[in-house]
């Protein structure tokens, strides 16, 4: 396409401004689609299973065992230490290995003397028993022992089997629902992101497609470096207003405007610039006013305390002249006085 009148090259050139409108309004909706992509969500509010008192290994049961057999017997000690009158220190001898055992759980060491202490205590109020006890109470005695010991074992067991697993069902069921909340929330989003990402594909087509076609037909005479819509609304006000008549002409009074613009946008910041420098002089001659007003108080005070010194001073002079002129006086009466008693005597 070649542009040889002024007609020809006005129509060019509203040509050129309905498709880089065109590109314009592309890449808004793309941007808009880009916001409006979404990433999948995650689970949320899912529930923990209760921790389970485990029984099914040999070693679990052993040490359920171990504890359960432990606590009964030092239980059972120190309910028969303040049964028999052997007081309370003789049940916090049994007590207070039992609550190591039970809350030191990092301190292997102490867990360890605990223990050993434990049996030993056990086995030496066992020996008294069987010493002293007769033999019937220390039967009863051991059968009361294992019932405790059987009850204990089974109320650990009915809590393993029954509240916990109804525990575990109850949070299974929430995290059920909550998972395929969550996965139909998640297919909503991925469905919608489909379509975003289909669309989003489209407009880059058509962004494509018109930039192609503008290129293909304004290439042969539009600038390459002045595609924006700045620019060609600049190029079409100037052609008209009779500016410029051809595609060098109105190259060159788009430039020389911005160039006028750049200045007159330079001059503007160093008059920003100018005017800030004189807001700060002006400032500064109000601070130094205000400072010169503040030393010439102070040296009025300065003087008006000198004055007063001086006046000071001279009272205090004044003060000891008298001072001295009466203690002159006095001594000179005494002398008087002194020469008439003498007089006196010598006329005797």
């Given at each position: ?27 808004e909706r793309y941007v808009q ?33 171990l504890i359960a057999l432990g ?167 100037a052609v008209e207003n009779h ?106």
């Amino acid at each position: 396409m070649e542009i040889t009148t002024r007609e020809e090259l006005l129509n060019g050139l509203y040509y050129v401004h309905d498709r880089l409108s065109v590109l314009a309004k592309l890449m808004e909706r793309y941007v808009q689609m880009e916001r409006a992509y979404r990433a999948k969500l995650a689970y949320t509010g899912l529930q923990d299973h209760t921790a389970e008192i485990q029984t099914k290994s040999v070693a679990s049961k052993g040490k359920l065992l171990l504890i359960a057999l432990g606590s009964t017997v030092a239980v059972f000690y120190a309910l028969l230490s303040l049964l028999s009158g052997m007081g309370l220190g003789s049940a916090l001898v049994f007590a207070v290995p039992i609550l190591i055992l039970i809350f030191a759980k990092e301190q292997k060491k102490l867990r360890l003397a605990a223990l050993v202490f434990l049996v030993a205590m056990v086995a030496w109020f066992t020996y008294v028993l069987v010493q002293y006890a007769p033999p019937a109470a220390t039967i009863i005695l051991g059968v009361l022992m294992a019932v405790v010991l059987a009850g204990e074992t089974a109320v650990i067991l009915f809590y393993n089997g029954r509240y916990v697993v109804r525990k575990n069902q109850q949070a299974d069921a929430h995290n059920a629902k909550v998972i395929q909340a969550t996965d139909a929330k998640n297919a909503e989003i991925a469905q919608s992101n489909a379509l975003v990402s289909q669309k989003r594909a489209e407009l880059m087509n058509r962004y494509d497609q018109v930039c192609g076609e503008l290129k293909q037909n304004t290439g042969s005479w539009f600038p390459p470096d002045y595609y924006s819509l700045e620019a060609v609304e600049h190029f079409i006000k100037a052609v008209e207003n009779h500016k410029a008549d051809t595609v060098k002409e109105m190259i060159l009074e788009y430039d020389q405007s911005m160039d006028r613009q750049q200045m007159l946008e330079n001059q503007r910041q160093a008059n920003q610039k100018l005017d800030k420098i004189i807001n700060n002089q002006e400032v500064s001659i109000e601070l130094q006013k205000e400072q010169n007003k503040l030393i010439r108080q102070g040296n009025a005070l300065q003087g008006i305390k000198m004055m007063q010194d001086q006046l000071n001073h001279n009272d205090s002079m004044n003060e000891q002249r008298r001072t001295r002129a009466a203690i002159n006086n006095n001594t000179q009466a005494t002398r008087d006085f002194h020469k008439e008693v003498k007089d006196i005597f010598h006329r005797w």
